[in-house]
């Protein structure tokens, strides 16, 4: 069984930096995108950027352009997510998601036939 753990949230102020990471075991990573959702309470979970199986593609929410970059080392089964001038509304747990449609082109209308999921991390913005 595919397991994905995320590390990396915590509490910052606005303006300020995180990267997450996402380390995958137990499936072949190689053979799916992969993204990052968001959810805050009451909210329902949000796309927020994809790539693809092989890093040559990557999309993003219009509200993260510019400011979130996704990347992946498909050596070290491990997706990132840098995240930088962070604000309040940014405030979310963020999950992790291997998606077998391998581009990740789909990704964001894809967010209840996701393959695997991870459990979350808690990314929260002060003002």
């Known amino acids: 069984q595919a397991q994905l753990v995320e590390s990396g949230g915590g509490l910052v102020q606005a303006g300020g930096s995180l990267r997450l990471s996402c380390a995958a075991s137990g499936c072949a990573f190689s053979r799916h995108s992969m993204g990052w959702f968001r959810q805050a309470p009451g909210k329902e979970r949000e796309f927020v950027a994809s790539i693809s199986w092989n890093g040559g593609s990557t999309y993003y929410a219009d509200s993260v352009k510019g400011r979130f970059t996704i990347s992946r080392e498909n050596a070290k089964n491990t997706v990132y997510l840098q995240m930088i001038s962070l604000k309040p509304e940014d405030t979310a747990v963020y999950y992790c998601?291997?998606?077998?449609?391998?581009?990740?082109?789909?990704?964001?209308?894809?967010?209840?036939?996701?393959?695997?999921w991870g459990q979350g991390t808690q990314v929260t913005v002060s003002s």
């Open positions: 998601a291997a998606d077998g449609e391998v581009t990740g082109r789909f990704m964001r209308v894809r967010t209840n036939v996701i393959d695997y």
